[in-house]
């Protein structure tokens, strides 16, 4: 049966079919006729699958992002980035680096970390005289790390999937993984400005950098609250979503006052439709992952990894080599969905920390998400650059190199992204 529902699944993604159908269409043929299964229990593992605490946190996170989004939290944010850094060589592309990773940390969504971000970044880049290319490049790499910095959706799904990896331990190794990754980038700005001699802003007085903390303060106050929550034991990552929703709403209406009646209930109305595509893709996920949990298939991948495969260097670099490629073609959460199941067995009978395994994963889908052909940035950016494909890849490719070295860093040094964990412990 294994192999009947793998190339319904390949038919289905191959012609376009949309991630969800084609999970529980290839896993309802396979029962239906070429199994004894009865199909209803195909049903109860859906239910159930949606049935855990931790996926209760994806909504509210979702409900959370947009309300972000639209009361005005991220024109805020980059007004301190810029404040900050805005004189050093570089200081208008690392601006949009560190307001990309605070937004990420805000919105925990990709995408719409290009679209704040770049709609208000992209053009002061070109004014600056950056290359378009690279300023196209720099919005879709930047905006990657949301996948990796909490309240990232992906790693509450992978929680989900995989379910002996804690959202907290996640979320706290997200933080030391996104800031290795913004840190080499940085490095690489820093160069390429001092190499190309990009003009830079004039020193912000400690008046206009006080000025602009205190209006974005509220907003930078959202991570320390979600992140001090959970690991001072006042609320579990569950509550702390609905937490998050409620300040930010308080946040964006009462104090920043550009959340009107109107604007909330669009932002309403398109949460709730984004937390059911997620939640439907993971639904039809869990049957996909019991039937293949049923046949052995994991079991068998493991065995035959631990059989060939001893070291643990190249299992990571086949492991990294095998979803960057999957991330060319696979937006982040369904790849998750689809290879966790398989990779975790054999990840853990090689001793490798369940964290640290999880992390690389999302990194390297980080990277996917900008990466050609199809990665989803990519196409997000080019609504704001009105650039083709081949004007942006030049751009694209130096910023591939450069996350590429971060994300070595992040895979053979685990340290680097788990720092945070050992200091809790």
């Known amino acids: 049966m294994t192999t009947v529902l793998f190339i319904l699944l390949m038919f289905f993604l191959l012609i376009s079919t949309p991630i969800f159908v084609a999970l ?16 209803m229990i195909l049903v109860q593992r859906m239910f159930s699958g949606l049935d855990q605490f931790a996926l209760m946190a994806l909504p509210f996170f979702i409900y959370a992002a947009n309300i972000m ?10 007004r301190w980035a810029r404040a900050l850094v805005g ?5 208008v592309a690392m601006t949009t680096q560190v307001s990309s990773m605070f937004f990420g940390a805000l919105s925990g969504s990709s995408p ?8 208000i970044m992209y053009p002061e880049l070109i004014r600056k005289k950056y290359d378009p290319s690279f300023s196209a490049g720099l919005l879709a790499s930047a905006g990657a790390v949301s996948l990796i910095i909490p309240p990232s959706i992906t790693l509450i799904v992978l929680a989900a999937v995989i379910t002996t990896v804690s959202v907290g331990d996640l979320f706290t190794a997200g933080i030391g993984a996104g800031l290795i990754i913004g840190l080499v980038t940085i490095a690489y700005i820093y160069w390429y400005s001092k190499r190309h001699n990009m003009p830079r802003d004039k020193k912000a007085t400690k008046t206009e950098l006080f000025t602009a903390t205190k209006k974005a303060f509220w907003a930078l106050l959202i991570p320390v609250i979600i992140l001090g929550g959970i690991y001072g034991g006042i609320f579990t990552p569950t509550e702390a979503a609905g937490i998050a929703a409620v300040y930010a709403l308080i946040i964006s209406a009462f104090v920043y006052k550009e959340m009107s009646l109107k604007k909330f209930y669009q932002v309403s109305v398109d949460s709730a439709i984004t937390s059911a595509q997620v939640l439907v893709l993971v639904a039809a996920a869990q049957i996909l992952g019991w039937l293949l949990t049923r046949g052995g298939l994991p079991q068998q991948i ?11 260097f190249l299992f990571l670099l086949l492991l990294n080599i095998a979803l960057l490629i999957m991330g060319m073609f696979m937006e982040g959460i369904a790849a998750i969905i689809i290879v966790a199941p398989l990779i975790f067995p054999a990840g853990m009978q090689l001793g490798i920390d369940p964290v640290h395994l999880g992390i690389i994963m999302i990194c390297n889908l980080a990277i996917g998400m900008y990466t050609p052909p199809f990665g989803i940035n990519i196409f997000v950016t080019q609504t704001i650059s009105k650039l083709n494909m081949m004007e942006m890849f030049p751009g694209l490719r130096k910023f591939l190199a450069v996350q590429l070295v971060a994300l070595a860093i992040i895979t053979y040094i685990p340290a680097s992204a788990l ?3 050992y200091l809790f412990d």
């Open 87 to 91: 004189h050093l060589a570089g200081g």
């Open 112 to 119: 719409a970390t290009v679209i704040a971000i770049g709609k």
């Open 69 to 78: 989004e639209g009361g005005g939290l991220s024109d805020r944010i980059l």
């Open 302 to 312: 493991a065995g035959f990894i631990t059989e060939n495969i001893s070291s643990i």
């Open 419 to 421: 720092f945070l964990l």
């Open 24 to 39: 529980g269409l290839a896993s309802f043929l396979s029962v239906v006729f070429v199994s004894d299964i009865n199909p």
